[in-house]
T-cell receptor
Framework: AQSVTQPDIHITVSEGASLELRCNYS??????LFWYVQSPGQGLQLLLK??????LVQGIKGFEAEFKRSQSSFNLRKPSVHWSDAAEYFC????????????FGKGTKLSVKP | NAGVTQTPKFQVLKTGQSMTLQCAQD?????MYWYRQDPGMGLRLIYY???????DKGEVPNGYNVSRLNKREFSLRLESAAPSQTSVYFC??????????????FGNGTRLTVT
């Protein structure tokens, strides 16, 4: 079955520390992979996406993610977290011909300590 | 750029009432979607429209209807609201349901409570 797993429900990091949010997927076809961020009461903003090519992708707000096919993972990273990064982060997967049906993980809530 | 615009932002309904959630996008996208978001469940697809004039069921279509009014607008209707439909509803759009490489763009959501 197609699925996306974000193993960490809640992560707390100190401001200025590095961040890695984990995402593992199970998908039969070659995947499109996305990371979205959602601030409280807001919609989902696309941080970055992987379609093909270079497996390390750069996104907005200083985020990057690395696609590792052998591990079925697409982890999100940031070298130095800012207080404004506190939000919920969602990993999602789709595919060519999936009729736009993105499969979402259940999200990881990020808290940032001063 | 407005992107994807949803109205209303908040709504409270009594069980059995009906309402329509409106969505419009100004990115000239062909495909549009309605998702619902529930705590601990992530987002689940209700209906989608691959192109103007077509609509199809997603993962959780029961209790909902949709209309693709034109290329810009895609509405979601609850004919007889139930407490289980209390949720946050997101409209989204993309260039195509086939090619998602340019991303799926979301509106800011409608928070619906059914009492």
């Amino acid at each position: 079955a197609q699925s996306v797993t974000q193993p960490d429900i809640h992560i707390t990091v100190s401001e200025g520390a590095s961040l890695e949010l984990r995402c593992n997927y199970s998908y039969g076809a070659t995947p499109y992979l996305f990371w979205y961020v959602q601030s409280p009461g807001q919609g989902l903003q696309l941080l970055l996406k992987y379609f093909s090519g270079d497996t390390l992708v750069q996104g907005i707000k200083g985020f990057e993610a690395e696609f590792k096919r052998s591990q079925s993972s697409f982890n999100l990273r940031k070298p130095s977290v800012h207080w404004s990064d506190a939000a919920e982060y969602f990993c999602a997967v789709g595919a060519w011909g999936s009729q736009g049906n993105l499969i979402f993980g259940k999200g990881t809530k990020l808290s940032v300590k001063p | 750029n407005a992107g994807v615009t949803q109205t209303p932002k908040f709504q409270v309904l009594k069980t059995g009432q009906s309402m329509t959630l409106q969505c419009a996008q100004d990115m000239n996208h062909n495909s549009m979607y309605w998702y619902r978001q529930d705590p601990g469940m992530g987002l689940r697809l209700i209906y989608y429209s691959a192109s103007e004039g077509t609509t199809d069921k997603g993962e959780v279509p029961n209790g909902y209807n949709v209309s693709r009014l034109n290329k810009r607008e895609f509405s979601l209707r609850l004919e007889s609201a139930a407490p289980s439909q209390t949720s946050v509803y997101f409209c989204a759009s993309s260039e195509s349901v086939i090619f998602l490489g340019s991303g799926v763009h979301f509106g800011n959501g409608t928070r619906l409570t059914v009492t």
